[in-house]
């Protein structure tokens, strides 16, 4: 008994020591898994703040390039052409740009180093960058203190090619490392009036850190070859443009303001150095600007350089509100009569912009006067010295090929001297003889043309150093194209250009009107041939463009609801109806195309909504002078501006738009 009561005892003693042991080590796995736990969980922590300090590195560098299109979108330049020739040289390094022509390389540029300095000031490489954007532009972008000295360093850094320049930051104990710069390619001359710097986005590669952990993250920027184009903008991209917004310096003196009313239809860019004023319920289908110059400002105190005296707002209904005091927004103001509670579901006042409205753009002064187009006619055109008593342009068919015909009379010699000139698709002057037979035709030193060979060539312009007395389609004025389907004109003239009859193209891009809705909404006319090449541009840089109504006392062919393809300008004068507040209501103007005026020439007088006399406008913008096709040598902007474009289309910023991807680092 004894010795089974001893062997009992040491069973359970065995026992309780292996318990023991298993314990112990269900313990020690236990605090071996909570400890990896606790260190995975540490490791997990620092590599999801590797990454996201990896992610904050890239959103970086997209908002460096989202502030450079802030920036760009307010660029503009002085009307001092040799200044900008003179920076585009030192962008290239240079200190002139070399003699090239139209489409040529004018320098290539390192992309490895950029356009990037050492130097302290102003780098002259940027400069034209510096002196596009000024200190309000930075200051507006959050770039508070922006120097010239700064706004260089800025434009410096971000075109510093493959080297780039760091953009080091770090948070909350982790950190990422990035250097980036933009790589410039060439300057290109496109025209006299338009270069371009070429430059790639290039990827992204940023290493974020934490503790021993780090991440890297990769963006592809998968864009093409992008553009700054510097360019004098040609003035036929506006729907309507006017210097001073009123019909008269009488009206100005007087502030008897131009209204926009609810029968205000423009599809395309508009645009004045003053201010608007609105009535109803006015439709805006392209970009609205203004540049904000108060009556009688226009000159010293408010131009292309200076605004000292403006005052970026608009009036409603009368009452002037500036910016800051529009409501609900700047970009959609309304107005109602104080108390009219109906009024807030409804506004009384209440302009449509679907494309955006700048109240405090800048400036854009007209030429005044046509010496381009004159060089430009002597050199490849028809140059007339002397008042022109009838022009004819007329589609036409000559020995069985279709041609654009250009008849005109003159009469400084005392004795009227018709000359026939007709051209094909090979823009191949012919002339019609004496004896009645087309005859290639050669240009005399004199400007005048003559049967010979070989046949000079022809660059589109028509200048007259004096009046046209009728602009007329000739024999096809009531109902043939005035233009043929391949001809791009520009009918520039010194004094006044008398238009007498529809002017239509044998291809028109539009066609219809826009249409205002029983609910309120616009529906524009259909621009759906946005291929054809006819255009004409009509440009009076001393004198008026006068549309010849019917019942006055000069001749004309015009009648009711005449139509008028072409891009309308008038220097100095403005673009109007001879008499338009005589005889009776005549319908509207049917235009395609623009109107670009010093003042705003009135088509009619109305009574609320009902016209009285004269005509009414249906305007119609051509699309196709936003993409490009403009009437030759058609007058440019004084000023310059800087765009950031995409092949040929504006783009607002450079976007980092491709994949991002995310290796993994050290835990």
Not at 415 to 424: D, K, N
Request: charged content about 15%.
């Amino acid at each position: 008994m004894r010795t089974s009561e001893r062997t009992q005892g040491a069973t359970l003693i065995v026992s309780l020591l292996f318990v023991m042991l298993i314990l112990a080590v269900i313990m020690s796995v236990t605090a071996q898994v909570t400890l990896s736990a606790r260190r995975s969980s540490v490791d997990q922590d620092a590599i999801l703040r590797a990454q996201f300090a990896a992610e904050s590195g890239a959103a970086r560098v997209q908002a460096r390039l989202r502030v450079m299109g802030n920036l760009l979108s307010s660029a503009s330049l002085p009307p001092d052409g040799a200044q900008v020739l003179s920076d585009l040289a030192a962008l290239c390094g240079l200190g002139s740009l070399p003699t090239a022509a139209d489409g040529q390389t004018l320098c290539t540029l390192d992309p490895t180093t950029g356009l990037n300095s050492a130097a302290t000031g102003v780098n002259p490489r940027v400069a034209l960058l510096v002196n596009a954007v000024n200190q309000q532009a930075f200051e507006d972008a959050g770039i508070g203190g922006a120097t010239p000295e700064v706004r260089s360093r800025f434009w410096s850094d971000l075109f510093s090619g493959t080297q780039g320049v760091p953009l080091d930051g770090s948070q909350d104990a982790s950190a990422y490392s990035v250097s980036y710069g933009l790589k410039p390619l060439a300057v290109i001359r496109d025209s006299a009036t338009q270069y371009r710097v070429t430059f790639e986005v290039p990827d992204v590669t940023v290493t974020g850190s934490a503790g021993t952990a780090t991440r890297t993250v990769a963006v592809r920027a998968n864009l093409p070859t992008l553009s700054l184009v510097i360019a004098q903008p040609s003035l036929a991209q506006f729907a309507l443009l006017t210097n001073h917004h009123f019909n008269s310096a009488a009206s100005e003196a007087s502030e008897n303001r131009i209204t926009f009313t609810s029968r205000t239809l423009f599809s395309g860019p508009v645009h004045t150095n003053q201010q608007f004023m609105f009535q109803g319920k006015p439709w805006f289908g392209g970009a609205v600007t203004s540049a904000g110059c108060p009556a009688g400002s226009l000159g010293p105190s408010c131009n292309a350089t200076s605004k000292a005296a403006a005052q970026p707002g608009a009036y409603f209904a009368g009452t002037y509100r500036s910016v800051g005091s529009m409501t609900p927004s700047p970009d959609a103001p309304t107005e109602c009569a104080p108390g009219d509670a109906a009024c807030a579901a409804s506004p009384n006042v209440q302009p449509a912009f679907p494309l955006g409205v700048d109240w405090d753009s800048p400036v854009l002064p007209l030429p005044t006067n046509s010496n381009n187009q004159q060089g430009a006619a002597q050199a490849g055109g028809i140059a007339i010295a002397g008042n022109v008593s009838s022009l004819s342009l007329y589609r036409d068919t000559v020995g069985g090929q279709d041609v654009q015909r250009v008849s005109f009379t003159t009469d400084a010699s005392g004795t009227p001297v018709t000359t026939e000139l007709a051209f094909g698709t090979d823009r191949r002057l012919r002339i019609l003889a004496p004896d009645g037979s087309w005859q290639d035709a050669t240009r005399n030193p004199d400007g005048t043309f003559a049967p010979g060979s070989p046949a000079a060539t022809f660059n589109g312009v028509i200048h007259v150093a004096g009046d046209v007395g009728s602009l007329n389609a000739g024999p096809n004025a009531a109902s043939g194209a005035a233009v043929a389907p391949f001809a791009g004109l520009t009918l520039a003239a010194t004094g006044d250009i008398d238009i007498t009859s529809d002017l239509r193209y044998a291809d028109p891009p539009c066609s219809g009107a826009h249409t205002r809705n029983p609910d309120g909404t616009v529906t524009p006319a259909p621009c759906t041939n946005l291929n054809a090449q006819n255009i004409l541009g009509i440009y009076a840089s001393e004198g008026d463009v006068n549309l010849i109504r019917p019942g006055g006392t000069k001749p004309t062919e015009l009648g009711n609801d005449p139509t008028i393809h072409a891009v309308l300008m008038a220097g100095q004068g403005a673009v109007q109806v001879d008499g338009y507040n005589t005889g009776s209501a005549l319908g509207s103007v049917n235009l395609i195309g623009g109107v670009i005026e010093n003042y705003y020439g009135a088509f009619g007088t109305t009574s609320g909504d009902v016209q009285q006399t004269g005509y009414s406008r249906n305007f119609v913008f051509d699309p196709r002078t936003l993409a490009g096709l403009r009437p030759p040598y058609f007058p440019t902007a004084e000023t310059w501006t800087v765009a950031l474009y995409d092949g040929a289309s504006p783009l607002p910023d450079p976007r980092l738009r491709g994949d991002t991807i995310s290796t993994a680092g050290t835990p």
